[in-house]
C-alpha cells in the first residue's frame, strides 16, 4: 500500500479471522490474538485509513497512491456473521441458479454494461444439474453457500467505501483517480458441483450463475476458446462524469492505466480521452496463453487503487 509501506497477507489466500501469513512492511504481526472479533476485511479497510490521515496530517499538498487488494472474493469466504444474516434476510437466492443468472444478466443490460443484442451463454447440461433437478437439501446447502459468498462480496465492499469516503472526507475525491476491479479474475470454480471446504475441486454452478454473462468459469476452457481473465471494472474521474462512461470499453487493464497517466502529464487532451473511453466497454480482457507467474496479481481479487492527483508530476516514463 502507497510506495514506502505494506500492510497485509503474503501469499494466494488466508484465512480472514487469524492471517498466518499478515505482515505490516517486513513484520509479521499477530493482531488477532489480542482481539477476538478481528477480521482482516475491516483492517485492511482501517489500516488504509490510518495511512491517508497521516500522509495528510504531515502535509495535505501531498499525493498519495493505495493499491488496495484484500483477499475477497477468493478462497476461504470469511464474511462476519451479521452480513451473513443480512445477506440472509434478503432471501436473493431462493429462486435457484437460473434465476439468478438471468437477474444478473438483465441488471446488466438495464445498467449499460452490457449491448441491447448481449445473448446469455448456454447452460452446462453435461456438468452442472438444473435448480429443479436438486433435492430440497442440495437446495438448502447451496442456497447457504450463495449467502455466505454474498455476504463476503457485500462486506467487503461495505469496508472499501469506508475507504473511498475517507478520501471524501479530506475533501479530496474529486482529485482522485479510483479504479476498482471486482471479481476473482471472474468467478472461480474450485469446490466442485456441490462445493467444499477444501477449494481444490472444480466446477460450481453457483460460479456459472455468478459469471454471467461469460462463458462458464475462470479456471475452464471452453468452446474452443483461450483461456481469458475478463472482469468488471468501475472509474471514478472527474473527466468521467457519466456514471456509463465507460459502457461499451473492451480492452487491457494495462492500456486503461497508461491513458490516464498520459492525460497527466498533458500527452493526450481531455477530449481524446473522452472520446475513447465513452464509446466502448469496461470489461478489460486478458489472454492468458502462455502466461508467466510474474503476471499474475493472485492476491487482486477485490481491488482498489487510488491515485490522488494533486500536483502530481512525472519526470519519466
Known sequence: MGFEYFYGFMGGDTSQWQPGNLYRNTTQIHPYDDDPDYNLVTAMADDAIDYMHNIDALNPDQP???????????????PTPEWIEKISEMHLFDEGWHKLRD????????????????????????????????SDTEKKLFIKQAN??????????????????AVEDMGKLENTLIIYITGDNGTSSEGGPTGAT???????????????TFVRVVISRSEGRKRRVETMMSVQHPLLDDPRALAGFKGWSEDVYED?????RGEIG??????????????????????????????EL????????????????
Request: positive net charge.
Open 64 to 78: 498519495f497512491f493505495i493499491y488496495y487488494a484484500p483477499g475477497a472474493t477468493h478462497a476461504p469466504h470469511h
Open 260 to 264: 490516464f497517466f498520459r492525460l497527466q
Open 302 to 317: 477485490q481491488s482498489l487503487l487510488c491515485i490522488s492527483m494533486r500536483r502530481l508530476r512525472f519526470t519519466g516514463a
Open 103 to 134: 437477474t444478473i444478466f438483465a441488471n446488466q443490460k438495464r445498467l449499460g454494461v452490457l449491448p441491447d443484442d448481449a445473448k446469455l451463454t448456454p447452460w452446462p447440461d453435461d456438468l452442472i444439474k438444473h435448480w429443479d433437478q436438486l
Open 198 to 212: 477444501s477449494r481444490w475441486r472444480s466446477m460450481h454452478a453457483r460460479a456459472v450463475a455468478n459469471a454471467s
Open 148 to 165: 455466505v459468498f454474498a455476504a463476503y462480496v457485500a462486506y467487503t465492499d461495505h469496508e472499501i467505501g469506508r475507504v473511498i469516503q
Open 270 to 299: 481531455e477530449s481524446e480521452f473522452r472520446e475513447k473511453y465513452y464509446r466502448q466497454r469496461a470489461i478489460l480482457s486478458i489472454d492468458m496463453t502462455g502466461y508467466t507467474a510474474s503476471a499474475m496479481q493472485y492476491g
